[in-house]
């Protein structure tokens, strides 16, 4: 069955400090992947999607940026955070998409900026 | 571009009762999936049904049932015998399909229905 991790689960940073999260996805090949950010009490808002390595597509100007080195590896980085990149950071993936197939989301990194 | 509204942020319901979560979405599209996704407070993203714009048989899935009207671009949840697990924020959600959304197919979210059920 597939599955996804995503880590950290808490991470608390001071503003202009680098971010790192990571996703990796198991059993499948060649998903869609995605990083979506959740304002506190908001919808989804989708940061960047992938439809294979080292292919991103950025919806939102920000100081974000994504990565996919390997197939299943999706990486949410910043070389220096704003107190504005505050919030829940959800990480999914899908096949398929074009037949309906749903996102899978992981259990998401909440992200606090001092 | 399309849009999906859930004009009610907040709801509450006795257990066992049925209760209805509204959602409309607005599109050019012509063929699309819509999803209802439930994150309780442990803030997992869960999904809870689909409809394919194309079926007009409303989905289920045991408790969860759907009531999908096309033409006015609604597509709203009813929860029959709420249980205290099914309090969560409530999303729905939007994507369309086709020859020329491929490989461009992404998500549109309602902001949520925040739903409680009271012991």
């Known amino acids: 069955s597939q599955t996804i991790h995503q880590w950290p689960a808490t991470l608390v940073q001071p503003v202009g400090s680098p971010l790192s999260l990571e996703c990796t996805v198991e059993g499948t090949s060649n998903p869609n992947l995605y990083w979506y950010r959740q304002a506190a009490g908001r919808g989804l808002q989708l940061l960047f999607y992938s439809v294979g390595i080292g292919q991103i597509s950025s919806e939102v100007p920000q100081n974000l940026s994504a990565s996919r080195p390997q197939d299943r590896q999706f990486i949410l980085s910043s070389k220096k955070l704003l107190l504005s990149d505050s919030g829940f950071y959800l990480c999914?993936?899908?096949?398929?998409?074009?037949?309906?197939?749903?996102?899978?989301f992981g259990d998401g990194t909440r992200l606090s900026i001092l | 571009a399309q849009t999906v509204t859930q004009s009610q942020p907040e709801m509450s319901v006795q257990e066992a009762e049925t209760v209805t979560l509204s959602c409309t979405y607005d599109?050019?599209?012509?063929?699309?999936?819509l999803f209802w996704y439930k994150q309780p407070p442990s803030r997992q993203m869960i999904l809870v049904i689909r409809q394919e714009a194309y079926k007009q048989q409303n989905a289920t899935e045991n408790r969860f049932s759907v009531n999908f009207q096309k033409a006015a671009k609604s597509f709203s949840l009813k929860i029959s015998d709420s249980q205290l697990g099914d309090t969560a924020m409530y999303f729905c959600?939007?994507?369309?399909?086709?020859?020329?959304?491929?490989?461009?197919?992404?998500?549109?979210f309602g902001t949520g229905t925040r739903l409680t059920i009271i012991p």
């Open positions: 999914a993936w899908s096949v398929a998409p074009e037949h309906g197939q749903p996102q899978h």
């Open positions: 599109t050019s599209e012509s063929n699309y999936y």
């Open positions: 959600a939007f994507i369309p399909i086709g020859p020329s959304n491929f490989g461009n197919e992404k998500l549109t």
